[in-house]
């Protein structure tokens, strides 16, 4: 049998547990793509999101592309042959990074959607008031 080979993006706290699962659960996680490090506080140092923090504790190699299009960025991403992505609370991604694996790649959001698409929705939610809300999971497709 195929081992998955999965590439994991994320960048808040909110992602971390579900990475920390997937290795718990023996997933073969090739790579983590986070968010770049950011300038934070009053000296401004350089903080790594929690998502990198996970993925360091974990010895899995990290990527920080600034440009999702970047032909080194996609040079990179592709030579991890991953076969599945799976995407918790990062950003949208460009058909060519989402179709990349032959399995696919599969989103979960902190919403149900279609309410709360895109930043923050568990914030909206809660700002709104909401008394109900949930996540959605999904495969990236044109359709």
């Not at 991403?77 to 950003?91: G, H, M, P, T």
């Not at 149900?112 to 109900?132: C, D, K, M, Q, V």
Request: aromatic share 10%; charged share 15%; with cysteine.
């Amino acid at each position: 049998m195929n081992q998955l080979r999965i590439i994991f993006m994320g960048t808040p706290e909110f992602a971390v547990s579900s990475l920390e699962t997937l290795v718990e659960n023996k997933f073969h996680v090739v790579a983590v793509i986070t968010a770049p490090d950011k300038p934070q506080g009053r000296g401004q140092k350089l903080a790594f999101s929690p998502v990198k923090e996970c993925a360091i504790k974990h010895n899995i190699p990290v990527l920080q592309p600034t440009n999702l299009k970047s032909p080194d960025f996609l040079a990179e991403l592709k030579s991890y042959n991953a076969n599945l992505q799976i995407v918790v609370a990062f950003r949208m991604l460009p058909e060519v990074v989402w179709s990349m694996p032959t399995i696919g790649t599969f989103n979960l959001h902190a919403s149900l959607l279609p309410h709360y698409r895109g930043a923050a929705p568990i914030n909206w939610a809660i700002i709104n008031g909401e008394t109900e809300t949930g996540v959605t999971t999904f495969f990236l497709n044109m359709k």
